[in-house]
Structure formats: C-alpha cells, structure tokens
C-alpha cells in the first residue's frame, strides 16, 4: 500500500539514506508512493543539514566576565545555525546557555535590533540600510555576524550581573516576572538581551536559593 504524503518526514528520519535508496527500487515497483519517497529524501538531506548545524561550532571564544564581584570564566560556542553555548560555572555550580533567538528566521530582525541600539563599526560588524518605505537590509559576511553574536552574548552576562547585583537570591523571581509582563511581539535591543538574559536564567534555574524542603504530600 503507498505511503502518504504526510510521512514523508516520518519516513526520512526513520530510514536514513541507505533506506531511501532501498526504497527507491521499491518504490519503482509500486510498494512507495513515488511522491512521498521524493518529499522524504529532500527532507532528509534538510534534516541532516540542520542537524550539522546544531552541531559544528562555526566559533569558539573563551572570555573573563564579573559576576557578583567574581570572575568568571566563560566559554561561548556559536554553532553554524547562530545556536550559541555559554558555559561557566558559578561559586561551585555550572551552567549552560543556550541562546537560539537569533537563529534562522529570526537573525535578520536582531541584526536590526543590533544595528538600531548603537553606532556599530562596519568593519566589525557591517552595514545596514533603509528603504523610502523604511524596510531594513544590512550586509555582513560570516566573521561580522558572528562578531554581532558574540557581542550579543557579552550583552547577556552583562544584563546578568546587574540582576544578580540587584535582586541576589531573587535572580529566578525576576526572571520569571520579566517573562511574563515583557513579552512583547517587537521589542527594541535593550529589552530582547533581558528577555533571552531571563529565558536562559530560567532554563537553567539559576541561582536557586539552596533550601532543605520537608516533603509535604496530599
């Protein structure tokens, strides 16, 4: 019986390369529908795309930062995908970061946000452009976005410490509060490096207060 179109992507990632070229001469006979074995091998090349890009660092940059009065050592994988991993430990405990609101659709719109909040230097980071009708295009090869991302990143531990400075151990508290009241469709840059600095305290419960809880059950 063929398999339907809605399978394909089933279909890809289940079988891998060796099976979709197993199922080619299968399909030739009729036992896979023709179409769905296409959709399936373009998906699965974009699958296995997507998946290198998760995965290769395209960048790899090892900082010292303050945070509460301490440094810090920080490690920060951008991957090929704009994913980007922050890893560091903290009086004793790691963490890991992970930023992925620039990744893919969504890089265009914060190179905007970049562009907009201060004077960037093109040769650092590109250039940026508008339209009469006020449309936005910028110009940067792969070292200047990155050089953005990572600047982005630096923003991150940055708005981190003044909130720890700030609220201590009510760093997840906040961070929880800013989520909820500032999630705004658009935002400008100031706001979307508190918003991804809030997501990854949370992610990560960050700071948690180290309690000893009596178990209380129904």
């Known amino acids: 019986m063929p398999v339907c179109s809605a399978d394909a992507v089933t279909l890809a990632k289940s079988v891998g390369a060796a099976g979709l070229a197993y199922l080619g001469s299968a399909g030739a006979i009729g036992c896979v529908h023709a179409p769905t074995l296409l959709s399936a091998a373009v998906l699965y090349i974009f699958y296995i795309a997507m998946s290198d890009s998760d995965t290769t660092v395209l960048r790899e940059e090892h900082v010292a930062v303050t945070l509460l009065n301490t440094t810090v050592d920080v490690v920060i994988r951008i991957h090929t995908s704009w994913t980007t991993l922050v890893d560091f430990s903290l009086f004793g405990v ?117 309690i000893n809880w009596d178990v209380v059950q129904f």
């Open 94 to 210: 790691p963490y890991l970061f992970s930023i992925a609101k620039w990744r893919s659709q969504k890089f265009a719109k914060f190179m905007e946000r970049f562009y907009d909040h201060s004077e960037r230097d093109p040769v650092m980071f590109g250039t940026f452009s508008r339209d009469a009708e006020g449309l936005f295009s910028f110009s940067a090869n792969v070292d200047q976005r990155s050089n953005a991302v990572m600047q982005a990143v630096k923003d991150v531990l940055t708005c981190l410490d003044k909130i720890c400075v700030k609220y201590q151990r009510c760093v997840l508290d906040y961070a929880l509060w800013y989520r909820e009241k500032y999630r705004p469709a658009t935002c400008d840059y100031s706001h979307f490096i508190t918003l991804a600095t809030c997501h990854c305290i949370t992610h990560v419960d960050f700071m948690t207060p180290n």
